[in-house]
């Protein structure tokens, strides 16, 4: 029952992983031609950190989804699916061209809610990232496990094109592409098939389309907002998954400034928030 598991997976919180990685130009460069970044010199862009100090599990070990199995440093929860549902990310310093990152995560807290689709276990991870041995990010992490989808015909992609709402002075219209999940996937070494395998994102999970990735989104937020402001700029950044996106709909990137704060968006072309998000100068 629900007190036995959650009593099961005390002993995973505070559970730790240590992971060491170099920022290499070539990483760097291909960061930037993923998100087509302006050349920014030694200093990478700020969203690098999600492609760096990757789970590298052996392929004959990946699950039919093409997660790395749990059990690890993961708890085994016993819920198929899995997201990204928000970030919550401090600034400290930038991460530069050669540098040495080590990354230590912890699990913070495991907490298991019922939700209108069944239960959902949150897992909320922090991690700490150092370039150069200088702390550089603080980020705390919640991923949700939720259960198997139901497998009815998903709706068909909205072709709808409605007007940005008022009161975003800063945006960027955009289409995300397979290409584009494509590289993002190779850049973060995410083998999670929803992001490339059409089928299975509609047949085997339920979603419309090819789902673009959560921290994708969220890196083309950061670069929208050094876009206006210059590079590493914003000393923080909290992100919340609210519905997917998907390849080859129109996606509006949207931003406004009061202040030293700044208010985000992500819509698709339907008007629909998939991703909402703040940050500070």
């Not at 100090?53 to 004959?60: E, F, H, K, N």
């Not at 998903?154 to 397979?178: C, H, K, N, Y």
């Not at 059409?198 to 950061?222: D, F, I, K, N, W």
């Amino acid at each position: 029952g629900h007190g036995q598991r959650m009593s099961q997976w005390k002993d995973w919180i505070g559970r730790e992983e240590h992971r060491v990685d170099t920022l290499t130009p070539g990483l760097l460069a291909r960061f930037r031609a993923t998100l087509d970044c302006a050349d920014g010199g030694d200093q990478a862009p700020q969203g690098v950190h999600w492609c760096l100090c990757l789970p590298d599990s052996p392929t004959a070990d990946l699950g039919t989804d093409g997660h790395p199995p749990k059990g690890n440093f993961m708890p085994p929860i016993d819920l198929p699916r899995r997201m990204w549902a928000s970030s919550e990310v401090e600034f400290l310093s930038p991460i530069v061209a050669n540098s040495q990152i080590e990354r230590t995560s912890r699990i913070a807290f495991i907490d298991e809610k019922q939700g209108g689709s069944g239960s959902l276990v949150f897992v909320a991870i922090r991690h700490d990232t150092r370039c150069n041995g200088t702390p550089a990010i603080i980020e705390t992490q919640t991923i949700v496990y939720r259960a198997s989808a139901v497998t009815t015909a998903p709706p068909p992609l909205s072709s709808d094109i409605v007007p940005i709402p008022d009161g975003w002075p800063i945006q960027r219209s955009m289409q995300p592409t397979a290409l584009l999940l494509f590289r993002y996937s190779a850049l973060t070494f995410n083998s999670h098939r929803i992001h490339y395998d059409l089928p299975y994102a509609r047949q085997a999970e339920g979603y419309a389309g090819l789902v673009v990735h959560g921290p994708l989104t969220a890196s083309l937020l950061l670069d929208l907002a050094t876009r206006v402001l210059g590079p590493n700029r914003l000393r923080n950044f909290r992100f919340r998954g609210i519905a997917p996106a998907y390849a080859d709909v129109p996606l509006r990137l949207l931003a406004r400034q009061d202040g030293k704060v700044l208010t985000f968006a992500a819509i698709d072309g339907s008007g629909r928030e998939t991703m909402t998000a703040t940050g500070a100068i």
